[in-house]
């Protein structure tokens, strides 16, 4: 599965268009909710490929979601024909320039395009976030931090929940940290 983040101006209708370009059809589109962003899905007519591109307004960015068969190509295509964002691009740009992760939209992007399993490279973007020295900033990282939500946030969380010289974020930490917590539970049972 790959994570690809588009701009907003990538409409449905435009990754419909590239979908059926490509052999896709529409499969279903599933409304916004309280716990999930609108979400369109389009499938190759083996069922072996799909293709998704979710609005989320909880993040701030709109994404693809690249999996089966076809996966590499149908990702490459993507990146290059929707002007869409992979995480080895985010990290190349983040290498050269590492203030660029102050940016609302980068920690977003960060968070989306994080892999479910632990990456150092993401985590240390992430670890300098959370001790930011602006509390929106370090409010930012832990909503996109709640992407991956890897174990490994978890000191991270626990001290920013007793120790972050500011109270909203310090509220937010123990909110996130406990949602951490549910979540590593569940997907350990």
Same mark, same amino acid.
């Given at each position: ?9 990538v409409t449905s ?17 599933v409304p916004e ?24 307004? $909880? ?32 990290l190349a740009a ?9 940016? $609302? ?85």
């Open positions: 599965m790959q994570r690809i983040v588009i701009e907003d101006r209708w435009k990754v419909s268009c590239f979908a059926a370009d490509r052999g896709l059809v529409f499969y279903d589109k909710s309280d716990a999930n962003p609108e979400e369109v899905i389009w499938i190759s007519r083996d069922g072996a490929t799909r293709l998704h591109r979710l609005d989320d307004r $909880f993040a701030g960015v709109a994404y693809l979601v690249v999996d089966g068969a076809d996966e590499a190509s149908l990702a490459a295509d993507a990146i290059d024909e929707l002007d869409g964002l992979s995480l080895a691009t985010l983040l290498a050269v320039d590492a203030d660029a992760a102050r940016s $609302f939209p980068v920690i977003a992007s960060l968070g989306v395009l994080a892999p479910p399993s632990f990456d150092p490279r993401v985590f240390d973007h992430f670890s300098r976030l959370l001790a930011d020295e602006d509390p929106a900033l370090r409010s930012k990282a832990l909503t996109a931090a709640a992407y991956p939500t890897w174990p490994e946030f978890l000191p991270l969380l626990e001290a920013m929940a007793s120790e972050d010289p500011d109270p909203e974020v310090r509220e937010r930490s123990a909110v996130a940290l406990a949602a951490f917590r549910r979540h590593l539970a569940a997907a350990a049972t």
